[in-house]
């Protein structure tokens, strides 16, 4: 029996022990519940972080790295210049259509009137010459200050 008794007592004694250290544990594991918290926070702060740059990467990456096919903007960019270019192209043709028409109505215009303009042409250049040979040329700054 004295020894159940101190069989007993040991366990007692080390149940007081254990009992004396259990609110430093409790103390221990709240601290570090609460630093895990912490660490899983700056974790998500530097995982949101990784992905804006790793988008920021990827954008910069498909505009200027070659060896990446083009890009949505690149190719949206593309997209819009061919059709600016094939506008260009269209309004050049009609510009073109227009002044031939303009060309042909106004010969039909001289025509019908019975205008000779290469007559009306030599005619003006033989003012202008006889006008810069008697002095009275337009350019002379003596006359026109």
């Keep these: 029996m004295k020894e159940l008794g101190e069989t ?3 366990l007692i004694a080390k149940l007081n022990d254990i009992e004396s250290k259990l609110p430093k544990f409790e103390s221990s594991i709240n601290n570090l519940r609460k630093e895990n918290e912490n660490i899983r926070v700056e974790l998500d702060k530097i995982n949101e972080s990784l992905q804006d740059i790793m988008a920021l990467y990827e954008v910069v990456s498909n505009q200027i ?3 990446i096919g083009v890009s949505k903007i690149t190719a949206t960019s593309l997209e819009k210049l061919e059709r600016l270019e094939s506008e260009y192209k269209r309004l050049k043709k009609t510009i073109d259509e227009l002044t031939n028409d303009l ?3 106004g010969s039909l215009y001289l025509t019908q ?3 000779d303009l290469d007559k009306i042409i030599e005619e003006v250049l033989e003012e202008d010459i006889i006008k810069a040979m008697s002095g009275e040329d337009t350019h002379d700054t003596k ?3």
Excluded: A, D, R
Aim: glycine share 0%; net charge negative; hydrophobic share 45%.
């Design 113 to 115: 009137l019975n205008i």
């Design 8 to 10: 007993v007592e040991n």
């Design 103 to 105: 060309v042909i109505l």
């Design 65 to 67: 790295n070659p060896f």
């Design 143 to 145: 006359n026109n200050e």
